[in-house]
């Protein structure tokens, strides 16, 4: 994928293996089913989430793997099976699993601040993740700005901030949010 996904043929995957076209299209029916197939064994690989006992340091540390993770390959397979999703319900479904599968291990980091008391019961896991996340995408897939440790490190801030902040706790309950407050020794009324 050096010269890019526009540039990605099966004949010419045919000739940097060595084989011929035909041999390719035997497994596989289009290009978008070979890029799927290799997203898919990066998704095979063991992914070390992080679970250092701190919320901060976990998500730093998830930042700078989804960092590492969108360098080369990888980064490159996601923006050629986006570019094809819209066409290729195939490509759309590989981008989808690897996704919801990547984002499923990564709130284990949320659940395991919830269970720690860092952060309120009821959390929002996956739309903690989700919103950590979509800046990496947003430059990965859209403005094509670098993403550097720095910026890794902001998105992980910011989820970090987000999270103690109750944004992605559950609302407070009617009884609770409804009750007004009252001075010290007073009753209210009716």
């Known amino acids: 994928m050096t010269d890019?996904?526009?540039e990605l043929t099966v004949d010419r995957i045919a000739a940097g293996a060595g084989v011929n076209k035909t041999s390719i299209y035997r497994r596989w029916?289009?290009?978008e089913g070979i890029l799927g197939d290799l997203l898919t064994d990066y998704a095979t690989e063991a992914v070390p989430i992080p679970d250092t006992g701190d919320l901060e340091q976990d998500l730093v540390e998830l930042a700078l793997l989804i960092r590492?993770?969108?360098a080369g390959e990888p980064g490159d397979l996601v923006m050629g099976l986006a570019a094809a999703a819209p066409r290729n319900e195939r490509a759309?479904?590989?981008v989808r699993g690897f996704f919801l599968e990547r984002f499923g291990l990564a709130e284990s980091i949320v659940d395991h601040a919830v269970a720690r008391g860092?952060?309120?019961a009821g959390t929002d896991a996956r739309a903690a993740i989700e919103t950590i996340g979509a800046p990496f995408f947003l430059r990965l897939l859209v403005t094509r700005a670098p993403i550097d440790e720095a910026f890794a490190r902001?998105?992980?801030?910011?989820?970090a901030v987000a999270l103690r902040a109750g944004l992605f706790s559950p609302p407070?309950?009617?009884a609770t949010a409804a009750a007004p407050a009252t001075p010290a020794g007073r009753t209210p009324t009716p």
């Open 154 to 159: 902001r998105a992980a801030a910011v989820g």
């Open 29 to 31: 029916t289009d290009l």
């Open 92 to 94: 759309a479904q590989v």
């Open 4 to 6: 890019g996904y526009a």
């Open 68 to 70: 590492r993770g969108m």
């Open 118 to 120: 860092e952060l309120p």
């Open 172 to 174: 407070a309950t009617t």
